[in-house]
């Protein structure tokens, strides 16, 4: 879409952004946040140094020299502090013309500053006296707080071009000065017994030798500092592909499962077995859903339920361990154990249905069909581990997932919202999760489940 252009609402169901959807996007534009806090930070610094270092050389050059024409250096001064006014305005990550044009302008005032003649002082010295005075060191103050916010490259550029502009000026100087005879001739004689301090002392002379040396110092200290800041970006750039990896593992696994990751070479390799709680959820009719529907419509669909389903299994402390189709598998109790595994997979399980109640409200205000869901869960013993040899992936496996699945497909025989086994119920008594988790689930003893031997008794949530 070209600049400028405005786009009209779309009221379709592709352009209704759904809010668990934003949340995704949003993720990805953090590292480039993170650079663009580093670059504003850095040149909040390097201005913030300028305001207190040039009125700190002001106040130098007041008290060293008190003469008002000293109030011309004051201004350009001045003009150094408004420049950096400018540049924390414009300044930003990434190539930025203006921002390259306002250190120029810095570089141009400071040659301007230390070369040509100062129009309050009277004395009318020669153009070379100003070289006496070594001020080419003040140059080191824009390169030092360019090391404080910008590339390696920028650093490189300002020592490159301070050296261009330095020599240039000197050229311009030499080109453009009227020697002072008289003087010369009075020095000569005054060192004639000394012909080194003739030349030393020449106040006609622009001594090139000297400025080539300046300017080749300069360009060196800027290349060992463009290198070191290089070394930075790099270690930035090192950090930020960390911080990346460890959001695309969290897109798969669950904030416990990365920390753990993140924390330790193999944490998850050791094979354990663990009693834990497993929690199915799976949509009801989806395959007869999905037919009345478009392809992306039905893409969508599924990222707005796991999307939805996915913050509650997190915000209840749970693993996302797959998604399985229209449906997600969560676990509770992994890769640690903890106290109230049972009640948070059971309150999980609760909060679920709230949440997908809430979504079908607003299906419905936006003339979409509702959508069911249902849930097992089971409490009992698992298998954890590693499985694959390089492309890993963290499994838990064991009779308890199997139980949890069958009650989970149970729940369309029972019209309920949740299947949960009597081994989870009595687990959440224990954890002492109270009555509320347990109100309104209705007891159904000893079922026949699909894969077990014995008989299993189970409770039940029926829908409103």
């Known amino acids: 879409m070209p600049d400028g252009a405005k786009a009209g609402p779309d009221t379709s169901p592709r352009g209704r952004t759904d809010p668990v959807l934003q949340d995704v996007a949003l993720e990805s534009k953090y590292i480039r946040e993170a650079l663009e806090e580093h670059k504003r930070h850095g040149v909040e610094m390097a201005v913030l140094a300028r305001w207190i270092f040039m009125p700190i050389v002001a106040l130098f050059l007041l008290l060293a ?266 676990t509770f109790g992994t890769p640690v154990p903890g106290e109230t595994d049972a009640s948070r997979a059971l309150a999980c399980a609760r909060a679920m249905c709230q949440v997908l109640a809430q979504w079908n409200s607003e299906r419905v205000n936006q003339g979409e069909p509702e959508i069911q869901a249902g849930i097992g869960i089971h409490f009992g013993e698992t298998v954890q581990g590693d499985i694959g040899a390089n492309r890993l992936e963290y499994a838990v496996i064991g009779t308890a997932v199997n139980v949890a699945s069958r009650l989970e497909a149970m729940t369309r025989s029972l019209s309920a919202q949740i299947a949960m086994s009597d081994a989870l119920c009595q687990r959440v008594q224990q954890e002492g999760g109270g009555d509320d988790l347990l109100q309104g689930f209705t007891f159904h003893p000893d079922q026949a489940i699909r894969g077990l031997a014995q008989p299993l008794s189970i409770w039940s949530l029926q829908r409103p």
């Open 65 to 330: 020299y008190p003469h008002y024409s000293q109030l011309y250096y004051v201004g350009l001064l001045g003009l150094l502090c408004i420049n950096g006014f400018f540049i924390r305005r414009l300044a930003r990550v990434g190539r930025s013309r203006a921002e390259v044009a306002l250190i120029m302008l810095d570089l141009v005032l400071m040659t301007i500053g230390m070369v040509c003649p100062n129009p309050l002082d009277a004395e009318g010295l020669p153009l070379p006296i100003n070289y006496h005075y070594g001020n080419f060191l003040y140059f080191f103050l824009i390169l030092a707080a360019g090391t404080l916010a910008y590339s390696w490259r920028t650093v490189l550029g300002i020592g490159v071009w301070t050296s261009t502009i330095w020599l240039g000026g000197a050229v311009l100087a030499w080109y453009f000065m009227t020697p002072d005879e008289d003087l010369g001739a009075h020095m000569r004689s005054t060192l004639a017994a000394w012909p080194h301090l003739q030349t030393l002392f020449d106040p006609n002379d622009i001594d090139f030798r000297s400025r080539i040396q300046e300017a080749m110092v300069f360009l060196m200290v800027s290349a060992i500092l463009a290198q070191s800041t290089r070394r930075f970006y790099l270690m930035l750039d090192r950090n930020a592909d960390l911080a990346r990896e460890r959001a695309n593992l969290s897109r798969y696994f669950s904030p416990n499962v990365v920390e753990q990751l993140s924390q330790n070479d193999e944490p998850l390799k050791q094979v354990r077995m663990e009693n834990i709680a497993v929690l199915f959820i799976d949509i009801v009719s989806f395959t007869k859903l999905a037919a009345t529907m478009r392809p992306v419509e039905v893409i969508e669909l599924l990222r707005g339920f796991h999307g939805r389903m996915e913050q509650e299994v997190f915000r209840h402390g749970g693993t996302l361990d797959k998604y399985l189709g229209d449906g997600l598998m969560a």
